[in-house]
């Protein structure tokens, strides 16, 4: 059973920074494309980040460029997103999500979430 778990959520005040966690297990974590999402309230949840399962090629959400980074360590099994300069928009729920090499795109495993909350 594929289980994906988030940490590191918190309040913080703009201009601060927060390093997220999500920690897999019972898949083969090399073979996954990993992402982050994020949803706010009243709003649809929207790609934030994902790192790829073959190169470690990155991409991000154009709101988030230049101030977030995501990594991933395949030994470990985790996945990373650095947060830098928050800013009051960034605050929602964060998930982080898997999507096998063979479907790439299609996120078929999700977290729980943890909220960031960024006050101004």
């Known amino acids: 059973q594929v289980q994906l778990v988030e940490s590191g959520g918190g309040l913080v005040q703009a201009g601060d920074s927060l390093r997220l966690s999500c920690a897999a297990s019972?898949?083969?974590?090399?073979?996954?494309?990993m992402a982050w999402f994020r949803q706010a309230p009243g709003k649809d949840r929207e790609f934030v980040a994902r790192?790829?399962?073959?190169?470690?090629?990155?991409n991000y959400a154009d709101s988030v460029k230049g101030r977030f980074t995501i990594s991933r360590n395949n030994a470990a099994n985790t996945v990373w997103l650095q947060m830098n300069s928050l800013k009051p928009d960034d605050t929602a729920v964060y998930y982080c999500?898997?999507?096998?090499?063979?479907?790439?795109?299609?996120?078929?495993?999700w977290g729980q979430g943890t909220q960031v909350t960024v006050s101004s």
């Open positions: 999500a898997a999507a096998q090499d063979y479907l790439p795109g299609v996120y078929s495993n």
């Open positions: 019972g898949l083969t974590f090399s073979r996954y494309t």
């Open positions: 790192i790829s399962w073959i190169g470690g090629r990155t």
